[in-house]
């Protein structure tokens, strides 16, 4: 009998854990997209008043989350040590290397990569600006109904795992 209790105590503690993980995540994923949001504004103004290379650029990431900041570090490492030729082929190393982004996240840092040092000036502007209007999109689709999406995860993994565990009684 106490084996049964054990079980539905862990069953319950586990679904609760996951509820609270994905809950997690969420914010986590709205804090890095807030950030590029960010960061991007930080690059179009360097852009557009000292005219900076992409180290300069890369280097800005660093006032922002360390996740960002590390990002940013090992780009402008594999730029510097020749082991990419393009931003684009640095940002992919680095994410293949084990960068655990949200997709969508991970998204705003490809569409970046595709601009940085492939246009003149105003193309690189252009483009830095629609790479930021899309993820103000993304970031406004993330904080509609924030909390009430929150609670739910949350508030499912309570349930689902309270259902679990009275089964196993």
Do not use: H
Not at 119 to 132: A, H, M
């Amino acid at each position: 009998m106490i084996q049964k209790w054990i079980g539905a105590g862990l069953v319950f503690a586990g679904c609760t854990g996951a509820g609270f993980l994905k809950a997690s995540a969420y914010r986590r994923e709205e804090r890095l997209l807030a950030d590029t949001y960010r960061l991007l504004e930080q690059m179009e103004n360097e852009l557009s008043f000292r005219v900076s290379d992409v180290y300069t650029l890369c280097d800005l990431s660093r006032n922002f989350s360390k996740e960002l900041a590390s990002f940013y570090d090992a780009v402008k490492e594999n730029l510097l040590n020749q082991s990419a030729d393009t931003v684009s082929k640095a940002m992919e190393i680095v994410c293949r290397e084990g960068n655990s982004f949200p997709q969508s996240v991970y998204e705003m840092q490809f569409l970046l990569g595709q601009t940085l040092g492939q246009y003149d000036l105003d193309g690189q502007l252009r483009e830095i600006s629609s790479v930021k209007e899309i993820c103000r999109q993304k970031l406004t689709a993330l904080q509609d109904n924030r909390e009430d999406k929150l609670k739910s995860y949350q508030t499912l993994g309570l349930c689902a795992g309270a259902a679990l565990a009275l089964m196993l009684l």
